[in-house]
């Protein structure tokens, strides 16, 4: 996938006004979906938090991030989205490839809804397969998809686009309000 993959699969998650709100990226890795968010939201008066276990990644980010979007106000921190994390009520929040690392989702998707302002969304970019593998241990159809976020306390889910995938079928993403 390249950069225009990533947007299209989130753009339409994201709301047109943007101005004011705080996002976080939880399992950011090198940060492709993360330039994807800065992308769609744009740079005024937001900010972006981009969180993952991974510093060196961070890093790496930080670097490409600097040189492509230089007024954006992203906040690197390594953290583990499955502990506690110390983030501001968020407008929302991306989690792409990162949700099919975790076996028990649904406390983690309690503690993801809790962050987010009662307006707030979810997108959520995986795999649509039930078929892991070392890369992706514990994979998600979109139908399960809509029920673990129904488990978690989310009131609504909408599948926002697929995307063919060489490695395992196809990717969905979707947008998930609490």
């Not at 994807?36 to 993952?52: F, K, Q, R, W, Y």
């Not at 230089?70 to 499955?82: A, L, N, Q, V, W």
Request: with cysteine.
């Amino acid at each position: 996938m390249n950069h225009a993959d990533h947007v299209n699969l989130i753009k339409k998650g994201i709301p047109e006004t943007t101005a004011h709100t705080i996002w976080a990226d939880l399992g950011s890795g090198r940060g492709a979906f993360t330039l994807a968010l800065a992308d769609c939201i744009g740079a005024e008066d937001t900010v972006i938090h981009s969180i993952d276990i991974d510093i060196r990644a961070l890093k790496a980010q930080e670097t490409h991030f600097k040189a492509r979007f230089p007024t954006h106000e992203i906040i690197y921190k390594k953290g583990d989205f499955t502990q506690t994390l110390d983030l501001p009520p968020l407008d929302g929040i991306i989690m792409a490839n990162s949700i099919h690392f975790v076996q028990d989702k649904v406390p983690v998707l309690k503690q993801v809804r809790d962050y987010l302002k009662p307006d707030g969304r979810l997108i959520v970019v995986e795999y649509d397969t039930s078929q892991g593998n070392y890369a992706v241990p514990y994979p998600i159809t979109y139908s399960t998809w809509t029920q673990l976020t129904e488990q978690a306390g989310f009131s609504e889910t909408t599948l926002l686009a697929t995307r063919p995938s060489r490695f395992l079928g196809q990717f969905f993403s979707a947008l998930s309000r609490p």
